[in-house]
């Protein structure tokens, strides 16, 4: 009995010193870092990864020994890049975002070093679109090029409908303390929208139009607590 007591004991003291032993911390940032996306058209579309550019601030909440939660804003550069068999022809479309990603943090590791993972939803709101070419591509129906290979051009002209997405984004990386209030992480995240940006109706060219978007980005985190 006397020892089924003191084991109870040694236990509570165990667990309370672990409790004790652990503070939660707050952190603020910023990151930046290359993003390289496409759209996945239905009907498809001839097209390859378009890279950008992606900068913004972070605050991370962290109250149990392996888990917390962070929120971004950020200013994220998103679209397509056609692809053009044997003509020297170049079209893209970018799409300016302000996204506000709002994920579950995972982490694990010594204090000096540390991997994790980020999962959550993210909300983006579009502030602006813009399309370079080295032809014309208000006419293309009638160019000889697309005349003897048929394919979909018709959203090289079409107009954003929705300008509010939505999605999930999901990431990984590892994190160095560099001392108490100092650290810097190398992470990668992959996004899916979840909201067409062209019009999908069934009298429409394309029934879907979702965003899909990788990020490699290099950040700061200063802890304020």
């Not at 929120?71 to 506000?100: C, I, P, S």
């Not at 990603?101 to 999962?119: A, D, E, W, Y």
Request: glycine share 10%.
């Amino acid at each position: 009995m006397r020892h089924f007591a003191l084991i109870l004991a040694l236990l509570t003291t165990l667990l309370a010193t672990a409790q004790v032993h652990y503070q939660g911390t707050i952190a603020v940032g910023g990151k930046a870092g290359a993003t390289f996306s496409r759209v996945n058209f239905n009907p498809s579309v001839e097209q390859t990864m378009l890279p950008g550019m992606t900068a913004g601030v972070m605050f991370r909440y962290i109250e149990e020994k392996n888990f917390g939660l962070i929120a971004e804003l950020n200013m994220t550069q998103r679209g397509w890049k056609e692809v053009f068999k044997d003509a020297d022809y170049k079209y893209n479309h970018q799409f300016t975002y302000l996204e506000l990603p709002i994920m579950t943090h995972i982490f694990f590791g010594s204090q000096r070093v540390k991997g994790f993972f980020n999962l959550g939803p993210e909300i983006n709101v579009m502030l602006g679109d813009g399309i370079k070419s080295n032809f014309a591509y208000q006419d293309a129906a009638g160019m000889d090029y697309f005349i003897n290979d048929p394919r979909h051009i018709e959203q090289m002209t079409m107009k954003v409908k929705n300008r509010l997405d939505y999605g999930i984004c999901a990431g990984a990386g590892m994190e160095l303390n560099l001392n108490h209030k100092h650290s810097v992480l190398l992470e990668g995240r992959f996004y899916y929208g979840l909201t067409d940006v062209f019009p999908n109706h069934k009298t429409d060219t394309f029934s879907g139009s979702n965003s899909m978007t990788i990020m490699v980005t290099l950040g700061y985190f200063y802890r304020l607590k």
